[in-house]
């Protein structure tokens, strides 16, 4: 059986027709599953407007890690697997990178926006450690991107135009082998519905011994932030603090995963002012103070497993 393409879909009207189109011209050979995550909009129809394309429709948000178990499941035989965002249009074959997954095995391309220029900082990353969590919690990496710990992290002293063996590709666009996915346990659907399960991933499929392949030669136009900009503002930040924490609480020592809970609780009070102000509302009010309830919780319980706000 061929490779398979995973999508998981969450408000993806706008955007799966043309990442559909684009997997059907430069990969016809690859089978198509888009899992949706119970949609509200029109994804659901668009998708079953194409021949060959499976869908997997959810009757609630699984998240993204389950969403991509589920639909690798689906077909028992597909290997290699990529997933690919619905806002994500592939602009090259995969022949590359394919070749570098089976070899290596994991492997990705060149994520671009519409002018066709990398997306430096989000292509590709260094796993973080809890100095790079730390910083970004307390928004030191906005104010000084330049900094040593940023630089490092986003990898802005990568040449993306070179090959080059890389810690951690996006997620939206990724491809692994099937004994990869099968011997690691699939992705990690605690990290629910999103954000750290993809980072998460990498770092156990390099910690047993595979390497991560990266080929510019393969590109993919990316607008980033389709389904999560679905997402009320609120949510979002409680989201990304609870896996960003139950990223460190799995991979730091406990004094670095206390580290951590700490700088996102001193990060969070500005965010509240700054939003407060912003917004006119208590919306950044009522979301940074359920960051810090869990953050303190995590701090004290060294755990984030009852944690999420999510289910």
Not at 142 to 157: I, Q
Request: hydrophobic residues 45%; aromatic residues 8%; proline residues 5%.
């Amino acid at each position: 059986m061929a490779g398979a393409v995973v999508i998981v879909t969450y408000n993806s009207a706008a955007e799966i027709g043309s990442c559909l189109d684009a997997v059907a011209h430069y990969a016809p050979e690859w089978q198509v599953v888009v899992v949706d995550n119970r949609s509200n909009d029109q994804t659901v129809s668009h998708v079953k407007q194409r021949n060959g394309v499976i869908l997997i429709e959810n009757q609630e948000n699984l998240g993204f890690a389950a969403g991509v178990n589920q639909g690798i499941r689906f077909l028992p035989g597909a290997d290699p697997i990529l997933l690919l965002n619905p806002d994500a249009r592939l602009k090259t074959g995969l022949d590359l990178m394919t070749a570098d997954c089976r070899q290596h095995g994991l492997a990705s391309g060149k994520l671009v926006d519409s002018s066709g220029a990398a997306q430096a900082g989000f292509t590709v990353r260094r796993l973080p450690t809890a100095v790079a969590l730390v910083f970004e919690s307390l928004g030191i990496n906005k104010l000084w991107p330049s900094n040593p710990v940023n630089r490092r992290y986003r990898c802005l002293d990568l040449d993306l135009n070179q090959p080059a063996f890389v810690e951690q590709p996006a997620g939206a666009l990724l491809m692994f082998r099937r004994d990869v996915w099968e011997k690691l346990g699939g992705l990690d659907e605690r990290f629910h519905p999103v954000w750290f399960e993809d980072v998460d991933f990498c770092k156990r499929a390099l910690d047993a011994g595979n390497r991560i392949s990266f080929n510019p030669a393969v590109t993919v136009e990316h607008d980033g932030g389709g389904s999560v900009g679905q997402m009320p503002i609120g949510n979002r930040a409680v989201f990304w603090y609870v896996s960003l924490l139950r990223y460190a609480a799995k991979h730091f020592t406990m004094l670095s995963f206390r580290t951590v809970c700490a700088a996102v609780v001193i990060g969070s009070i500005p965010r509240i002012v700054a939003g407060g102000i912003r917004e006119r509302s208590l919306q950044s009010v009522r979301a940074y103070g359920k960051v810090i309830w869990v953050s303190v919780r995590s701090f004290f319980q060294a755990d984030v497993s009852e944690a999420s706000p999510a289910r």
